[in-house]
């Protein structure tokens, strides 16, 4: 239909041309028989006229066609330059071999090199020499076309002072799809870092200083239980025994937060260690056995025979299966707890489920946050912190691992979470 | 027999933690000599010649390795305690090489801790008695 119409079209248009080159012609044949026009004259125009429709189809209007695409593309260049130029974010792309081939304004000002002194200069102007390797690697995983997820790392500036910096890489591609070379946006997270440093350590001497004086006062209280000072009467016992098991409580919240400032600021991974992770889990486990049997629940487990080694810091991770055997015990007043590992290529993934009181769909999404409490009157026993999860998946996340939770309301709990078998 | 009381020191710069340690120690029939900072313990450990230490690491002035290392030099064998409000595994393989008996981290039960320090004193002095 649209080719017919297209002919159509054509058609009309060669007919008006046509008409109107015959009514010139006409003209013209009329001016010259007038002895107006000289005939050599007479013969040019009727020339042109005639060549002008196969110049125009042939040659003018491709032309026009193809200006107004370089200029749409000049347009379109010169708009993502303007967002390149307005970018706070340093923008820089190079070559295969790590020469620097664009510099844009954020880039002057998170490295301090103007664009003259960076074009042409290879990327290691900034990257600090025990980081040389790192940047090779990029390019080579860049160069195989690998994705390159966001990470975070340290540069040098200009003026030889180190800062914190998130980079984001891709590849650059050419007409053929060969990759060329690569785009790096990289924006400086110093003063962030900055922060997070700050909060540790307040957190660090916060929880120091908390602990002196919590010691003592519990010191205090079981100087008089102990009767040490001198008798005291049961009513006497009863509250300050409720005293020192809350200063017990308050010392718990303490050591949480510790626990979380050192997940957070990636202080567990400072200590790195070859581990047997079934073994680990299978201490775990003993530690809760006879509290489990005493509720009358079912401890089973799927653990591998074999032992398999991964790296990162074996307290920690006991941490993360004593708080989630902890929960599953807290929460389970029938059936079982069930204690899997299962190993696939490249993880580790341990599961702890139970049968217990599950939790509840709204609570799912704020399952890992700090102070998060549900299902907590439950009567009598050590109150939790609310900080277990959060402290389990700062844990687990300093190991590059995953954490995650499956649950139906009423009816259970499932956690799993994965640990990388390669450090 | 008369149980002769021993005399045990303490170093610590927080006086009210010195105060319930003092009461805790004393309950177990030890005789209590106290010191708020590096120089008042190495000079009380001189006079008194102590049959052992529990000593704070985290002191303003002269620390808690150092007051070990001054007392090292002149006491290769009194059980030397470490007192720490938490575990810095630096300082503990200081102390160690300096050789600390033991570590009393200050956020658990003092009372077990200060069971588990009564009985290594008492290992302490047999192993001395015998050798």
């Not at chain 1, 159509?8 to 008006?16: A, D, E, F, G, W």
């Not at chain 1, 695409?69 to 790590?98: C, F, M, N, Y």
């Not at chain 1, 690998?146 to 003026?159: G, V």
């Not at chain 2, 302490?124 to 008695?129: L, P, R, S, T, V």
Request: one cysteine or more; hydrophobic letters at 45%.
């Amino acid at each position: 239909m649209r080719k017919l119409s297209i002919a159509l079209n054509l058609l009309l248009t060669i007919l008006v041309i046509v008409f109107i080159i015959d009514i010139i012609t006409n003209i013209i044949t009329c001016l010259f028989n007038l002895g107006i026009m000289a005939e050599s004259l007479v013969d040019a125009v009727l020339v042109i006229l005639l060549a002008y429709p196969a110049l125009y189809i042939f040659i003018f209007r491709p032309m026009s066609d193809e200006v107004a695409k370089h200029q749409k593309a000049a347009k379109e260049l010169r708009r993502l330059a303007a967002i390149v130029e307005s970018s706070d974010d340093a923008i820089i792309s190079k070559t295969l071999d790590g020469e620097i081939v664009t510099w844009n304004h954020g880039a002057e000002k998170v490295y301090g090199y103007t664009q003259a002194e960076a074009i042409g200069k290879p990327i290691s102007i900034v990257v600090p020499p025990e980081k040389k390797d790192e940047t090779t690697d990029i390019l080579k995983k860049i160069a195989r076309g690998e994705p390159f997820e966001y990470f975070e790392t340290t540069r040098i500036r200009k003026d030889g002072t180190t800062i914190y910096v998130s980079l984001t890489i891709s590849p650059i591609y050419d007409e053929s799809g060969a990759i060329t070379g690569a785009s790096t946006i990289s924006r400086d997270i110093s003063e962030r870092k900055r922060i997070e440093k700050v909060k540790d350590e307040f957190i660090g001497t916060v929880s120091h200083e908390l602990r002196t004086p919590l010691s003592i006062t519990k010191e205090g209280i079981c100087l008089i239980l102990d009767k040490i000072p001198g008798a005291i009467n049961e009513e006497q016992v009863r509250i300050l025994t409720i005293s020192k098991n809350n200063i017990d409580r308050l010392a718990r919240i303490i050591n949480s937060l510790l626990d979380i400032s050192r997940a957070e600021s990636g202080k567990i991974k400072a200590r790195h260690e070859a581990f047997d992770i079934v073994s680990v889990v299978r201490q775990a486990m003993v530690i809760f056995e006879p509290k489990i049997k005493e509720k009358r629940l079912a401890l089973r487990s799927e653990l591998p025979k074999n032992s398999i080694i991964i790296h990162g810091d074996p307290d920690s991770i006991t941490q993360v299966l004593t708080n989630l055997i902890g929960n599953s015990y807290k929460f389970t007043d029938r059936g079982s707890i069930d204690i899997s590992i299962k190993e696939t290529a490249e993880n580790v993934e341990i599961s702890v489920a139970d049968t217990g009181i599950g939790i509840a769909r709204e609570n799912m999404m704020k399952l890992f946050g700090k102070f998060q409490q549900f299902g907590r009157m439950r009567g009598p026993g050590e109150k939790g912190t609310g900080l277990g999860l959060a402290i389990a998946k700062g844990i687990v996340t300093a190991h590059n691992g995953k954490i995650w939770a499956e649950s139906e309301f009423g009816k259970g709990t499932r956690m799993t979470f994965t640990l990388p078998k390669k450090a | 027999m008369a149980m002769v009381k021993r005399k045990i020191l303490v170093v610590d710069d927080e006086i009210d933690f010195l105060e319930m340690i003092r009461l805790r120690l004393e309950a177990n029939n030890y005789t209590v000599i106290t010191a708020i900072n590096g120089d008042e313990a190495l000079e009380k450990f001189a006079k008194e010649k102590p049959a052992a230490i529990l000593l704070d690491i985290l002191m303003p002035g002269m620390d808690g390795i150092d007051v070990l290392k001054k007392i090292r030099k002149t006491d290769t064998k009194v059980p030397v305690f470490i007192i720490t409000a938490f575990s810095n595994e630096e300082r503990f393989s200081v102390a160690n090489k300096l050789n600390a008996s033991g570590f009393i981290v200050k956020t658990s039960d003092i009372q077990k801790e200060i069971q588990s320090i009564t009985s290594a004193i008492a290992i302490a002095e047999n192993f001395k008695k015998s050798s």
